[in-house]
């Protein structure tokens, strides 16, 4: 069989005898497809050139919005995503991630037996307005009765690591605590020591006891 040739005499390069000059190809491989575009996809298929969006690679910050703007990739910086349910703290997203400062001034501790609830390291904390013989409980948010016993501020019973949390507070005079509950280990006085000794008794330290004076 003679291979096919064009008007002048010519062999046919291309498919069905068309010379290579007559044949327009966009492409033969996928980086003939090159738009310089960071927000597209592109392949050459059939030898024509595909393009499609694509999700921007992630930067690794994880309070970043990733998106194509422009023919760019752009990583819009969101402080929402460092939101850490904290009114205490500034949540800031930085080049590197998430960073939290202290916040000054008037919070909401979420208790509706405090007043005056201001920001103290990082922690919102309210000064108790309970009625003498009454405490602000941690737990509910409401005011109830002192009970009495040693070890037990928030009253529920039994002694927990919020107990102490409780004592540490009342420690630092965040609120307020009577020493037949708090001063655990009888010297008078409220110190971060009784609130160490509480945590060590809520969570079975051998050996560990509560000594409160009397009421």
Request: charged share 20%; glycine share 10%.
């Amino acid at each position: 069989m003679l291979p096919r040739t064009d008007e002048s005499g010519e062999r046919a390069d291309g498919p069905d005898g068309l010379t290579a000059a007559c044949m327009t190809f966009e492409c033969v491989i996928d980086d003939d497809c090159n738009d310089d575009n960071a927000c597209t996809a592109n392949t050459c298929a059939a030898r024509i050139c595909m393009s499609t969006g694509v999700v921007c690679e992630d930067d690794g910050n994880e309070c970043t919005v990733d998106t194509c703007v422009a023919e760019a990739c752009i990583h819009d910086k969101n402080n929402l995503l460092c939101d850490d349910d904290n009114p205490c703290t500034l949540d800031i997203c930085g080049s590197f991630g998430c960073t939290y400062g202290l916040e000054n001034g008037p919070c909401d501790d979420g208790l509706g037996c405090t007043t005056n609830d201001v920001c103290f390291s990082g922690q919102c904390s309210g000064t108790d307005d309970c009625d003498p013989g009454q405490q602000c409980s941690t737990e509910t948010g409401v005011c109830v009765d002192e009970s009495g016993g040693c070890g037990d501020p928030t009253n529920d019973g039994s002694t927990t690591a919020s107990d102490a949390l409780f004592a540490l507070n009342a420690a630092v005079g965040l609120l307020t605590c009577q020493l037949c509950v708090c001063d655990v280990d009888s010297s008078s006085s409220l110190s971060a020591s009784d609130a160490l000794r509480v945590l060590n008794f809520a969570v079975g330290i051998p050996n560990i006891t509560l000594n409160c004076p009397a009421c």
